[in-house]
């Protein structure tokens, strides 16, 4: 079946330590993106990507850093230098053009201790 | 930059009922694209509903339609004959043609639904 995985469901991290979150696609999508979302909040725009080997920051990259090496992967890296890191991470994939729907990956919720 | 508004922190309806969700937006372009997502307990975002700001001709799929004004800048999503399954958050969002689709969707806060048996 096509889809979008993340991986792992649930992380826990001790404060001060980077941690990468995991999304694959096989949709055969050219853009990917990462969404945060904080609780009673919609989600906000972390880092979106075209193609391999591009990606731009979106609204809030600062402590975030992102990959694209490969067309159907798109990690996700928390830095120590992420303020707030707890929060549940979404990651979304689409084909692009003019009707640019996204479908979304399960997410991976993170709490840094 | 955009933004989008969702007025109703939660709205309850009797299963079978029709709900209204309000949802408007800022912007100062002409061409854009607009969603519903629906967010369950699983915390899995499934798309609703898509209009493209272009067509003036509001979006229908099954008992899911909107009310789309482009001069007020209102975009509500209506759920007919409502289900205990519709019960859910559900998120208004905005998105530019432009860069081939890949500029990311701008979020509401959402609306937290609860069906009523």
């Known amino acids: 079946d096509g889809g979008i995985t993340q991986s792992p469901k649930y992380l826990f991290r001790k404060e001060g330590q980077n941690v990468t979150l995991s999304c694959e696609q096989n949709?055969?999508?050219?853009?990917m993106y990462w969404y945060r979302q904080d609780p009673g909040q919609g989600l906000r725009l972390i880092y979106y990507s075209q193609i391999v080997n591009d990606f731009q920051k979106g609204d809030i990259a600062e402590g975030y850093s992102v990959s694209r090496e490969k067309k159907e992967s798109f990690p996700l890296t928390v830095t120590s230098a992420q303020k707030n890191p707890t929060a549940f991470y979404l990651c979304?994939?689409?084909?692009?053009?003019?009707?640019?729907?996204?479908?979304f990956g399960p997410g991976t919720r993170l709490t840094v201790l | 930059a955009q933004t989008v508004t969702q007025s109703q922190p939660e709205m309850s309806v009797q299963e079978a009922e029709t709900v209204t969700l309000s949802c408007t937006y800022d912007?100062?372009?002409?061409?854009?694209?607009l969603f519903w997502y629906k967010q369950p307990p699983s915390r899995q975002m499934i798309l609703v509903i898509r209009q493209e700001a272009y067509k003036q001709q509001n979006a229908t799929e099954n008992r899911f339609s909107v009310n789309f004004q482009k001069a007020a800048k209102s975009f509500s999503l209506k759920i007919s004959d409502s289900q205990l399954g519709d019960a859910a958050m559900y998120f208004c969002?905005?998105?530019?043609?432009?860069?081939?689709?890949?500029?990311?969707?701008?979020f509401g806060k959402g609306t937290h639904l609860i069906i009523q048996p």
């Open positions: 979304a994939s689409s084909l692009g053009g003019t009707l640019g729907e996204q479908f």
């Open positions: 969002a905005y998105r530019t043609p432009s860069g081939g689709g890949a500029d990311g969707l701008t």
């Open positions: 912007t100062s372009e002409s061409d854009y694209y």
């Open positions: 949709l055969n999508h050219d853009a």
